[in-house]
């Protein structure tokens, strides 16, 4: 499956965003849909996943309650929506697929094969 993330951009402290990852290819339906941050000169965290269906998520515990993953499968769309947004959100965010694992085991980006090319997300004090 072929991805491709949208919505970055700058914003003040305590505004929101919302991104956005379009797949191609293969069944998207049949994918949990994970997203990622990566901060200069760090390594690739884990954000949020949403299992195939959209009934079950997890999120990491820096971003419980500021945001919320969704998907639509009849857009073949996964979505983050952020609110409240904090200078320390400031990364490069990463759409993922992976067709296989749980929500506790696709925290790992190791198990995500499939990414998209990233967004910058930029957060002013």
């Known amino acids: 499956v072929q991805l491709q993330a949208s919505g970055g951009g700058l914003v003040q402290a305590g505004g929101s965003l919302r991104l956005s990852c379009v797949a191609s290819?293969?069944?998207?339906?049949?994918?949990?849909m994970g997203w990622f941050l990566q901060a200069p000169g760090k390594e690739r965290d884990f954000v949020a996943v949403i299992n195939w269906s959209g009934v079950s998520t997890s999120y990491a515990d820096s971003v419980k309650g500021r945001f919320t993953i969704s998907r639509d499968n009849t857009k073949n769309t996964v979505y983050l929506q952020m609110n409240s947004l904090k200078p320390e959100d400031t990364a490069v965010y990463y759409c993922?697929?992976?067709?296989?694992?749980?929500?506790?085991?696709?925290?790992?980006?190791?198990?995500?094969?499939?990414w998209g090319q990233g967004t910058v997300v930029t957060v002013s004090s």
């Open positions: 993922a697929a992976a067709d296989k694992g749980s929500l506790l085991t696709l925290r790992d980006p190791r198990r995500f094969g499939s």
């Open positions: 290819g293969r069944s998207f339906s049949s994918y949990a």
